[in-house]
């Protein structure tokens, strides 16, 4: 991203985390002549957690940390709507904000880099065995109950030795609220964000 451009918002009641897969039905003319834009150029738009307001309607005042959201399949079933999924990119902090007369949200941002200063060793094997677990009970059970509209949460490379990949993944799964979700899409270090996670699964006897 060019630090200079207006990168359009797509606020949501949902964190995306870098990697992670997010379908998305797109109905509202704002959003999808923004979606129709992005495609044109082959360029992400930004997914940020809203902060207060409604998804439809006047402009949410989203969350400063987001992340780049890329159009990796798009349908339109009928006229005016379309069926996007979409794939985690990058991670992103707002600078500046401007609404337009449609309600589209746009940002300025600055893309976030990740630490791993914070030792995360004994937290990953553990947590990645667990993890890699799940993804195969998961998609057992998605092969016996397939369908046409099944979209894949663990789209491969499966990164089980990646202590961000992991990290990502189990924030995704786990059963908090939006705005827990959000703390750990915005803590800076890996490692830190995996070892929040080695103890939720620790307190709740996951693990």
Same mark, same amino acid.
């Given at each position: 991203?060019?630090?200079?451009?207006?990168?359009?918002?797509?606020?949501?009641?949902?964190?995306?985390?870098?990697?992670?897969?997010?379908?998305?039905?797109?109905?509202?003319?704002?959003?999808?002549?923004?979606?129709?834009?992005?495609?044109?150029?082959?360029?992400?738009?930004?997914?940020?957690?809203?902060?207060?307001?409604?998804?439809?309607?006047?402009?949410?005042?989203?969350?400063?940390?987001?992340?780049?959201?890329?159009?990796?399949?798009?349908?339109?079933? @009928?006229?005016?709507? #379309? %069926?996007?999924?979409?794939?985690? $990119?990058? *991670?992103?902090?707002?600078? /500046?904000?401007?609404?337009?007369?449609?309600?589209?949200?746009?940002?300025?941002?600055?893309?976030?880099?990740?630490?791993?200063?914070?030792?995360?060793?004994?937290?990953?094997?553990?947590?990645?065995?667990?993890?890699?677990?799940?993804?195969?009970?998961?998609?057992?059970?998605?092969?016996?109950?397939?369908?046409?509209?099944?979209?894949?949460?663990?789209?491969?490379?499966?990164?089980?030795?990646?202590?961000?990949?992991?990290?990502?993944?189990?924030?995704?799964?786990?059963?908090?609220?939006?705005? @827990?979700?959000?703390? #750990? %899409?915005?803590?800076?270090?890996? $490692?830190? *964000?995996?070892?929040?996670? /080695?103890?939720?699964?620790?307190?709740?006897?996951?693990?």
């Amino acid at each position: 991203m060019n630090a200079t451009d207006w990168l359009p918002l797509f606020p949501l009641r949902t964190v995306l985390f870098p990697g992670g897969v997010l379908p998305l039905r797109v109905f509202e003319t704002r959003y999808v002549d923004m979606v129709r834009e992005r495609m044109k150029a082959d360029a992400p738009f930004g997914v940020v957690a809203i902060r207060s307001g409604a998804e439809v309607g006047k402009a949410a005042e989203p969350c400063v940390v987001g992340t780049l959201a890329h159009i990796v399949e798009w349908d339109m079933p @009928e006229l005016g709507v #379309l %069926l996007l999924e979409t794939r985690g $990119g990058e *991670r992103f902090k707002v600078l /500046e904000m401007r609404v337009q007369a449609n309600q589209l949200t746009e940002a300025k941002i600055e893309m976030l880099t990740s630490s791993t200063d914070i030792p995360y060793e004994d937290a990953l094997p553990v947590c990645g065995d667990v993890l890699e677990t799940v993804i195969n009970d998961f998609m057992d059970q998605s092969r016996e109950q397939a369908n046409q509209n099944f979209v894949n949460p663990f789209p491969e490379p499966h990164q089980l030795n990646s202590p961000s990949w992991v990290a990502n993944r189990w924030s995704e799964m786990l059963p908090i609220t939006i705005e @827990e979700k959000q703390a #750990l %899409l915005e803590i800076q270090d890996d $490692g830190a *964000r995996l070892l929040k996670i /080695e103890q939720y699964l620790r307190e709740n006897r996951i693990i």
